[in-house]
């Protein structure tokens, strides 16, 4: 789960890293207001969305007046924010954090990321702060500084010296940074985060440690440890099929295509998806609804996959392992016979209870596809959809 930059702000600061004073707002008026709260004459409104790469997409302005900062804010709120992060459809601006403009010496590049190779929290730091990560890597790889942390001891203060000294810091400003660092460190591994990253951190014309921006994201199955994080969700901010999936615990990604797909298990997912491809069509979707599925489960996941409008087809694919065949194929029976479902439906299962799941589906009286190979099952379900568009090209022709 990932998480806005003021909420990050707040976070980090109660672990010791410094950040700038700002206030949220949820209108120009209420911006204006946090403006003149903080006082100074120079502030940075920032988009609040799910994304990075908002400088560049005018999700971050530098406002110098009330009236500034209430132009700034008309172009922000309502709209969606496009940046190279959101993808095409971009994220829509509900919230903007008002900022102090700091006056900046120097930025750097920080994030803690999981490095799976070690199976350890990875510090990556750079002195090219403010580009991003995968440019900072093109363009200057020697300015990267990675350090990996040891779980058993957690972030030694020899270790963030070590980094400090590598970024080129001043003697005076190390301390400061190994506190952010450890901060950092802490908040990561209490709150069992999978990223934070602050970038830039900057050093200030006054010689301050400050994190102008900081991003978050959370490990969706710890968040039950955590309920003052999972209550930062902004569901605004999510594709709406993915929160949909998520509140009924479905492990679901949203794609362009049109062949649905109900699988169990991840690898079997993805081969479905390569196995759709493979046949010529594409996938609407990738979900795993997981081992012992009962019917109401598989009926709740052909609901979730209807949801999307570009659905022409559905491709269930069950390897019984912990499933059993039988129960699949009765949540298949019970979902076509609730949902009125009128686009082809074709179902492969394999393993535990095979026989019983095929006897259940022939004696139904649906008008369900069979296959027995996953190939089959692939080129069945992209030929009845393409089948079922020449019918549908024909009756409008016929209109
Ligand atoms: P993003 O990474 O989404 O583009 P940032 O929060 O990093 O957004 O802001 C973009 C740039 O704006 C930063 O690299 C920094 O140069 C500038 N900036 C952000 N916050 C402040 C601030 N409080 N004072 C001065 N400059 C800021
Ligand atoms: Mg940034």
């Given at each position: 789960m990932d998480i806005h930059e003021y909420q990050a702000k707040e976070i980090l600061a109660n672990f010791g890293v410094d950040v700038p004073p700002g206030g949220l707002a949820y209108s120009p008026e209420q911006a204006a207001y946090r403006a003149r709260e903080l006082g100074g004459d120079k502030w940075i409104v920032k988009a609040q969305v799910h994304a990075g790469g908002r400088g560049k997409a005018g999700g971050v302005k530098l406002c110098d007046s009330e009236n500034d900062m209430y132009e700034a804010c008309d172009a922000m709120f309502g709209r969606k924010l496009v940046t190279h992060?959101?993808?095409?459809e971009g994220k829509g601006i509900y919230r903007v954090y008002v900022e102090s403009a700091v006056q900046i010496d120097r930025e750097i590049y920080l994030g803690f990321v999981l490095d799976r190779s070690s199976q350890r929290v990875m510090i990556v730091a750079s002195?090219?702060?403010?580009?991003?990560i995968e440019e900072i890597s093109e363009q200057?790889?020697?300015?990267i500084v990675r350090s990996i942390v040891?779980?058993?001891?957690?972030?030694?203060e020899f270790q963030a010296r070590e980094i400090a000294f590598k970024l080129g810091l001043e003697a005076g400003l190390v301390q400061h940074m190994v506190r952010t660092l450890q901060g950092c460190y802490a908040a990561f591994s209490e709150l069992d985060a999978t990223m934070v990253e602050i970038n830039p951190l900057v050093i200030t014309g006054d010689n301050r440690v400050l994190a102008l921006d900081a991003k978050m994201s959370f490990d969706d199955n710890a968040l039950f440890r955590h309920p003052q994080i999972a209550e930062?969700?902004?569901?605004?901010?999510?594709?709406p099929r993915e929160s949909r999936a998520a509140d009924r615990g479905l492990s679901y990604v949203g794609l362009d295509g049109n062949i649905g797909c109900i699988v169990n298990g991840a690898g079997l997912a993805m081969a479905t998806m390569d196995t759709i491809k493979l046949a010529g069509g594409e996938p609407a979707n990738f979900l795993d609804i997981g081992g012992g599925a009962s019917p109401e489960r598989v009926a709740k996941a052909f609901r979730l996959v209807l949801?999307?409008?570009?659905?022409q087809a559905i491709l269930v694919n069950i390897f019984a392992g912990i499933n059993r065949c039988d129960w699949v194929a009765e949540g298949v029976v019970l979902a076509l016979k609730e949902l009125d479902i009128d686009i082809p439906v074709v179902v492969r299962l394999a393993g535990t209870n095979v026989e019983e799941g095929q006897k259940i589906l022939a004696q139904s009286g649906l008008p369900i596809i069979r296959a027995t190979t996953l190939m089959e099952a692939a080129e069945r379900a992209v030929g009845a959809w393409q089948n079922d568009l020449t019918q549908a090209t024909r009756m409008m022709a016929l209109k």
């Open positions: 992060q959101t993808g095409p002195s090219e702060g403010g580009m991003e200057r790889p020697d300015s040891e779980p058993a001891v957690g972030l030694q930062l969700r902004d569901k605004s901010q999510e594709d949801s999307d409008q570009n659905v």
